[in-house]
């Protein structure tokens, strides 16, 4: 499921829950109800009760499937069943709801299902499986993958499972479901794309159980050897004729699912590029893969095509490009950009000869395009491809696909593709097309970062072809004045320090305009995660961005400071123990303003939560708690602060590195790794002075530095955890959380190890300028952050440099507001304000460089707000 995809839908300018969409479409409702009931809105879904009902907490769930043209009979039918039964049951609200769950980037665990039913027993299941089946007999609906069907019904589904009153809070502030296996005792109610039972129990609704699949899996003549992609459309998978031994690709379509806003389903949208590949073939074979076959096997429809070897060209890039490599040279950087051209050339008589045939393709990306072995490129997924005498397809990725308003008002019926190679060309250079979009003059900046591996004048001007036209060229974009205005890449080159403290007023102006003390869904806008954990917490809430305001010296409204208390105590309870997104964050935030009462208690609540005990980690667990009671005790002195911190150190020193503690699949970085814990033990030795602290981080940093890998550069770096090989550079997850530390280690107590690999993570981290988020966790701030802290502790003229230029690179991140500037925060498809990816983790970044000695003195580090929001804040128009 793409990150954010439903809270993206709700709003166009933030993220918010999807049930607070303005507008969701016409509604689901039953055509007949019972005098005295009425529906509850829970989330997309309407709930109907019943006083007849009893009150299980678990047991067998009905998931009712429908198209979506039925779906209104569908829910009559199951609404009459129900009422008759006085069993509850819910049902998707609206069409848009209905859309978003059954969507091609939809979660594959909850598609599907329509109406779901919550019998009170076995018998009554059985009894209502039968009457759904029969009633809709006939129907047809979407498998719903966590389910098994009844019988031979199309739309009548069960699964055993919670019926969503029971559950337990995670470190990382999520809720689970539990339910009672076989034996009674709680396990948790696994939601898979595959039909799953807790131990002991049987299904009572099938003579026998299937079997599970052994050997190979064969979709008629073809043995699937891979699997390149999984989603709520189907599947798409590497495989091979078994008649001729010839490598084929196999794409699936499942039924009345993967659905887009047209209301196009996978099947009709598979059927489609079938059409559209037969006719390219024929008129102008070799531009798409070469059609094979078509058919339905079961239920699903497949489309199978000639292999198309190579790396998609996301892959290509990311092995390919020497702009953020260590080793780069000057006739790399060349050869590179030579291999740019090639391959646009290729792309360009591939459409070109797409056109004459009378086709656009329409969804030109990274992931549609493969690089062949000898170096060409090849079209893929011709899903999006349309003729040109009809409308195009409404599908398009972001970034990629022109905004509404160029297609509002430009009608070549090229305008996509064309668009599309621009964007790629720009992607050769930086993933940095949605800022394009928002805010053009900026591509200044960008150019001006790239300044040393100076991008050919062609190729920028053809990345920069829909952006910076002759209505704007980079020059002209500077002349304007406003609220938002950002230095100009000369002024910026003039004074970096000035420029940068200007940059950090407008990210407190921009923060503080949009902050909202009465808005329910948050105060400030946040990263989706807020609302899968909470609004109030340090990582996606009110206190992160509050923290930032308040250490950048920036006065914070009373209004939004009673809301953060207010929302604490609401939510006091509910919270988790944990630094970013729990109890000891707020509380670190809180005594920062003064508040300690408020923060101990806070503090001892997450002290005494059960999953500090069972999680060791900055983000969640015991590590993070510790280094709230240290900052209380730097705060007020008072040893018992200090006490408890060196409490959460001893318990970390009996299990040092136990995997079990640390985040799922063993987890590596600050966050969720040992890094994390490490840090702690470094700050907790430098107050107590306790040597065994410092040896135990030291055992923790050899044990992340044995999960590092290295690249082919000389560089070393640090996946998520035990599932990728990916390098990643991030704070929060990757080299520059782990250098953080070793940093810190290297400067207090030498060790040859530590020594010897930090300056190889540092060779990955400082070539990096244009990360495609701008956010502390996974963005230029983060990687600002550590080469500003590394450069304050080496003293080194190039670390001060490396500090410096990340800093200025964040400028080109600010898009101008009604005042100040904002930030596209996680999946770069929404502003957010939040510590974790949005302006307040930039102010941060922004403020340690201007408040260390790297600039300036720690007395000259408060911002100047400008007059205007000083009133605007104190009620003067």
Not at 62 to 75: C, E, F, N, T
Not at 147 to 174: C, E, I, K, Q
Request: aromatic share 6%; proline share 6%; charged share 25%.
């Amino acid at each position: 499921m793409l990150e954010g995809f439903g809270e993206a839908l709700a709003d166009r300018e933030y993220y918010l829950p999807l049930p607070s969409v303005a507008d969701p479409g016409p509604r689901f409702a039953p055509g007949e109800v019972p005098p005295g009931l009425s529906g509850a809105a829970q989330g997309i879904w309407t709930v109907w009760g019943s006083p007849r009902t009893g009150s299980a907490e678990q047991g067998w769930k009905i998931h009712v499937s429908a198209r979506l043209d039925r779906a209104q009979h569908v829910l009559d039918t199951v609404a009459g069943i129900c009422f008759s039964e006085g069993v509850p049951f819910k049902h998707l609200s609206a069409r848009l709801f209905f859309l978003f769950l059954h969507h091609k980037h939809a979660g594959r665990a909850q598609a599907g299902k329509f109406c779901a039913v919550y019998p009170p027993d076995t018998a009554t299941a059985r009894r209502l499986l039968e009457r759904l089946r029969d009633a809709l007999d006939g129907e047809e609906g979407p498998y719903v993958l966590s389910d098994r069907r009844f019988r031979d019904s199309r739309t009548v589904h069960y699964r055993y499972g919670s019926f969503g009153g029971h559950g337990r809070l995670r470190a990382d502030g999520t809720l689970e479901g539990l339910v009672r296996d076989g034996s009674g005792r709680e396990v948790v109610d696994l939601r898979l794309p595959a039909f799953h039972l807790p131990a002991g129990i049987v299904d009572p609704f099938v003579e026998q159980e299937e079997q599970p699949h052994a050997g190979p899996i064969l979709i008629r003549d073809y043995e699937v050897t891979r699997a390149v992609r999984l989603s709520n459309a189907g599947g798409a998978y590497q495989a091979r004729d078994r008649r001729t031994g010839r490598p084929v690709f196999v794409k699936e379509a499942r039924a009345h699912n993967g659905l887009v806003f047209d209301g196009t389903d996978a099947q009709q949208r598979l059927r489609h590029e079938h059409r559209v590949l037969r006719e390219l073939h024929a008129a102008a074979p070799g531009v798409g893969p070469e059609p094979l076959e078509h058919f339905t096997e079961w239920e699903h429809d497949f489309l199978v095509t000639e292999y198309v070897a190579g790396q998609p060209l996301v892959g290509w890039l990311s092995r390919s490009s020497p702009l953020a490599r260590a080793d780069r040279t000057a006739g790399s950087v060349e050869a590179y950009y030579d291999a740019c051209r090639h391959l646009l050339a290729g792309l360009d008589a591939s459409l070109e000869r797409l056109h004459s045939a009378g086709y656009r393709f329409g969804d030109l990306s990274l992931g549609n395009v493969v690089v062949t072995p000898s170096g060409g490129v090849r079209l893929v997924d011709f899903e999006a491809a349309s003729p040109l005498d009809a409308a195009p397809s409404g599908m398009g990725t972001p970034g990629f696909t022109p905004p509404p308003g160029l297609l509002r008002t430009d009608t070549d019926p090229l305008l996509r593709d064309r668009y599309g190679m621009s964007a790629l060309a720009l992607s050769f250079l930086a993933p940095f097309n949605e800022i394009a979009e928002h805010a053009p003059a900026n591509l200044a900046l960008l150019r001006r970062d790239l300044a040393d591996v100076a991008p050919p004048r062609d190729l920028w001007q053809r990345a920069t072809a829909f952006h910076l036209t002759e209505d704007l060229t980079e020059d002209q974009a500077w002349d304007q004045d406003g609220p938002g205005r950002l230095p100009s890449p000369a002024e910026l080159d003039a004074d970096p320090r000035g420029c940068l403290t200007r940059l950090a007023e407008e990210v407190a102006g921009g923060l503080l305009e949009t902050a909202d003390a009465e808005r329910p869904e948050w105060a400030f806008p946040p990263s989706p995660e807020a609302f899968r954990t909470n609004n109030v917490c340090l990582a996606y809430g009110t206190a992160g961005v509050v923290h930032a305001l308040h250490r950048a010296g920036a006065r914070v409204p009373e209004e939004i400071l009673e809301r953060l208390r207010r929302d604490t105590l609401a939510q006091r309870g509910a919270l988790p123990p944990g630094l970013l997104v729990g109890s000891a964050g707020i509380a670190r935030v809180l005594a920062g303003l003064g508040r300690l009462d408020e923060a101990v208690d806070l503090l001892r609540d997450a002290d005494e939560h059960p999953l500090t005990a069972s999680c060791d980690t900055l983000a969640g667990g015991r590590a993070g708690v510790g280094l709230a009671w240290l900052a209380l005790h730097r705060l007020t002195g008072e040893s018992g602060h200090l006490e408890r911190a060196a409490a959460a150190g001893e318990g970390l020193l009996r299990t040092p590195g136990r995997p079990a503690a640390l985040g799922e699949h063993d987890a590596r970085g600050l966050l969720h790794g040992r890094s994390g814990v490490a840090l702690f033990l470094h700050r907790l030795a430098r107050e107590t002075g306790e040597a065994r602290c410092l040896e135990g981080g030291r055992l923790l940093l050899h044990q992340e530095l044995d999960r590092t890998f290295a690249l082919d550069d000389g560089a070393l770096s640090l996946s998520d955890d035990a599932r990728f090989t990916r390098a990643m550079p991030y704070l929060a997850t990757g080299a520059a959380g782990l250098a953080a530390v070793l940093t810190r280690y290297v400067a207090t107590a030498p060790d040859e190890r530590c020594a010897a690999a930090l300056p190889r993570l540092v060779a990955g981290i400082r070539v990096s300028r244009a990360t495609k988020e701008a956010g502390l966790y996974r963005g230029l701030a983060g990687l600002s952050w550590f080469l500003t802290g590394h450069a304050e502790l080496t003293g080194t003229d190039a670390a001060r440099e490396d500090a410096v230029r990340a800093a200025t690179g964040l400028l080109k991140y600010a898009v101008p507001y009604r005042r100040g500037v904002r930030f596209l925060g996680a999946g770069s498809q929404r502003f957010t304000a939040d510590l974790s990816s949005g302006g307040a983790g930039v102010l941060l970044a922004l403020h340690r460089l201007l408040a260390g000695p790297l600039l300036t003195e720690p007395h000259d580090a408060g911002l100047r707000i400008p007059a205007a929001a000083r009133r605007r804040r104190a009620g003067v128009p």
